[in-house]
């Protein structure tokens, strides 16, 4: 007696084999797919990008302007004083060099004077002594010219600002704080003292 196969139907609950790949594979709901989709661009093909209207240029502050237009003054300004004052500085330094050179050369004729009476062995005294006193007359205007004063003179009032009092004496002839008798004369220029006159005030 032959033994037959029992043949059993395949149950429909029983899922056929799937391979890995296949498994690994499922379908996302529509929600997801959609989400995972790559963006569309902002840009459409065929469309250009709008063109951004130019930014107006600013007015300039006029405070700005007013506190530039007072700098460059200013700077103008020191420049200005700058060179008034280097101009300055070299036109006194001109003016002293001048002065000295022009009080020099009046005081050459009176050595010139000197020289001369000196180189004269013959000279009498009588003309020796002339040609001094020409020659201390010619200094007193050379003095004279350039603005150089003398005082202190007998009988002048004593003042301690001018004169230097180096005696005293009690004399009725003279009145109270007079000068009796000069021992050197002094000498002003302007309001300015060169020498103060050295005297002998009495009583």
């Known amino acids: ?26 379908e996302l709901p529509e929600e997801e797919a959609a989400a995972v989709e790559p963006e569309e661009t902002a840009e459409t093909p065929g469309t250009e990008p709008e063109e951004e209207a130019p930014e107006e240029e600013a007015e300039p502050d006029p405070k700005d302007q007013e506190l530039q237009e007072t700098k460059e003054r200013y700077l103008r ?52 002594k002339k040609g001094v006193e020409m020659t201390r007359n010619q200094l007193l205007s050379v003095f004279e010219k350039a ?6 003179e007998p009988g002048e009032a004593f003042d301690p600002n001018i004169h230097n009092a180096v005696m005293h004496v009690e004399d009725d002839q003279f009145g109270d704080n007079e000068i009796a008798e000069v021992f050197q004369k002094g000498y002003k220029l302007g309001g300015r003292i060169l020498r103060h006159a050295m005297v002998k005030v009495a009583n």
């Not at 500085?89 to 050595?111: F, M, N, Q, R, S």
């Not at 603005?147 to 202190?152: A, D, I, Q, S």
């Open 1 to 26: 007696m032959s033994m037959r196969r029992a043949c059993y139907p395949m149950s429909n609950t029983t899922k056929p084999k799937t391979s890995p790949e296949e498994e690994t594979e499922e």
């Open 147 to 152: 603005g150089v004063e003398t005082f202190g």
């Open 77 to 128: 300004l020191m420049a200005e004083y700058d060179n008034f004052r280097k101009r300055s500085a070299k036109e006194k330094e001109g003016i002293y060099a001048d002065a000295t050179v022009a009080a020099y050369t009046d005081l050459l004729p009176v050595l010139d004077n000197f020289d001369r009476a000196f180189a004269d062995p013959d000279v009498s005294p009588e003309d020796f």
